[in-house]
C-alpha cells in the first residue's frame, strides 16, 4: 500500500464528522496559490541600453527607464534620489561593470 492509499484509508474510518472536516481542509488546499505573483516590468529596453553603453559609464551608477538614461554618477545614492525626484517610483538602478576584454586564466606566466 502506498503513502496515498494509506491516507485515504485512514481517512475512510474516521466518523462522517471528521471526514467532513479532512475534506474541506483538502479542498481549501487545492484553491490555495502555492507561487505568488507579483508583478514586474519588461526590462528588456534597458538591458539593451546597457549594452550599448557600457563603455561610456563603466564604473558608474545609472537609472534607465525605457531606452532613456535618467542619471549616472559614481554615488549610487545619488542617482537612486535623482530617479525619484524625476518621478520614477522603482528604479532600475544598475551598476556599470567595464568590458572586460581578456577572460580570467587562472595559472602561473
Known amino acids: ?3 496515498e492509499e494509506a491516507i485515504l484509508d485512514k481517512v475512510r474510518r474516521l466518523p462522517p464528522a471528521k471526514q ?3 475534506l474541506r481542509f483538502a ?3 487545492q484553491h490555495r496559490s502555492a507561487v505568488r505573483m507579483v ?3 519588461d ?3 534597458e538591458m539593451d541600453w546597457l549594452k550599448e553603453n ?3 559609464y563603466a564604473d558608474q551608477w545609472v537609472v534607465v527607464e525605457g531606452d532613456r538614461l535618467i542619471a549616472a554618477d559614481v ?3 545619488k542617482v537612486f534620489t535623482a530617479a525619484k525626484t524625476a518621478g520614477i ?5 544598475v551598476h556599470v561593470l567595464p568590458e572586460d576584454p581578456l577572460p580570467f586564466v587562472p595559472g602561473w606566466v
Not at 89 to 93: G, I, K, Q, R, T
Open 54 to 56: 557600457r563603455a561610456k
Open 75 to 77: 554615488d549610487a545614492h
Open 89 to 93: 517610483e522603482v528604479p532600475f538602478l
Open 27 to 29: 479542498d481549501g488546499l
Open 43 to 45: 526590462r528588456s529596453r
Open 1 to 3: 500500500m502506498d503513502l
Open 20 to 22: 467532513e472536516e479532512v
Open 39 to 41: 508583478p514586474s516590468s
